[in-house]
């Protein structure tokens, strides 16, 4: 079974190469030059239209950058937000629109798009630096998960009737957080224990909040990422690295009597991980993992994701040179979209 808008999965060249462009059905769309970027998130509404938020910290336009796909396949411009911004977060929100959270002037704020004008609404309790993850629930409710640098704790926000309430969910790192919802409108949170070298996972789905601890690692953790499937259960990807020997990145899900399940997807030895991976669960309920790596001198983005018993992988864009940031998101039929910041600031599907 290949992946959807991989039309080429049975050729040897996308085996045993990289499935450049024009060889696999990849389409590339540059969305802007080779400016400085901090972080890409890409959100795709149900009109399967791209919406890809960056954060541009060089520039006269530095700040929040929203650029959304036209009917021509450009792509439109708005900065959302000046000044120095760091941990910013998107998704869809009710009415098919972007919406944003962002760190900006010592707080958390969320960004909504109402008749074409931006505004925001502070996150009460932030009133610093961190990294954001954001979700809507069917009934319009925002979701926020964040890391708190001054007490080093992972949290979570949630807007209900006009009122913002926060839940302490344990310590924590300083490398991000991952939120995603169920389908019952529960909230499920992967964070790391960074001092404790742990992944852990949290979520309120019997209506009280538990945390447990989905792995342990020799070596330190950054950049995890959550997915929740149609029974609620929730399969988590994170990158780990002690930045002497090992980079690795790890799949954990839940057995059928409750413990965790850990894999290695790639790594093991130095320089040799998945950086900043993305996991989402396609239409046929298949976890689908996207990446960026760099491999001894080979740099490139992918895709990873599950086959019956085995994890397939397949390269699909060589970038290497200045790569920085990357997203990744599904279209509702289940097709990839990816951003990556290298020579040029780039969507690929």
Known sequence: ??????????????????????????????????L????????????????????????????????????????????????????ASMAIDQFGQPALTVFSQNNLKLWRLNNATWSSQLIPGT??????ALAFDRGGSPHVAYFHPNSYTARYAVRDGGMWSTTVLGSTGEHGVGLALDSMGSAHVCFDDYPNRRLMYATNQSGAWVSEVAASFDAGLQNCAIAVDAKREPHLVAYVNN???????????????????????????S???????????????????????????????????????????????????SVGSSGMALESNGTPVFVVTSTTFSFYR
Request: hydrophobic share 35%; net charge negative; aromatic share 12%.
């Open 1 to 34: 079974m290949g992946m959807p808008g991989e039309s080429c999965v049975n050729h040897s060249f996308c085996f045993s190469n990289y499935c450049r462009l024009g060889h696999c059905g990849w389409e590339q769309s540059v969305i802007s030059g080779p």
């Open 36 to 87: 400085a970027y901090e972080r890409v998130v890409v959100a795709v509404d149900s009109a399967d239209r791209s919406h890809v938020l960056f954060e541009e910290f060089a520039g006269a336009d530095s700040g929040v950058i929203l650029s959304s796909r036209t009917p021509d396949g450009g792509w439109s411009r708005v900065l959302v937000t000046r000044g120095t911004v760091q941990g």
């Open 127 to 132: 009133n610093t630096y961190g990294d954001s």
């Open 243 to 269: 930045f002497t020997t090992e980079e690795r990145t790890v799949y954990a899900t839940r057995t059928t009597n409750g413990t965790w399940a850990l894999e290695t997807l790639r790594g093991g030895g």
């Open 271 to 321: 320089n040799d991980g998945f950086i900043k991976p993305s996991i989402f669960i396609n239409p046929a309920g298949v976890p689908v993992v996207g990446y960026r790596s760099y491999d001894n001198s080979s740099c490139w983005i992918a895709l990873a994701w599950r086959e019956a018993a085995s994890w397939q992988m397949r390269r699909f864009a060589y970038v290497c040179g």
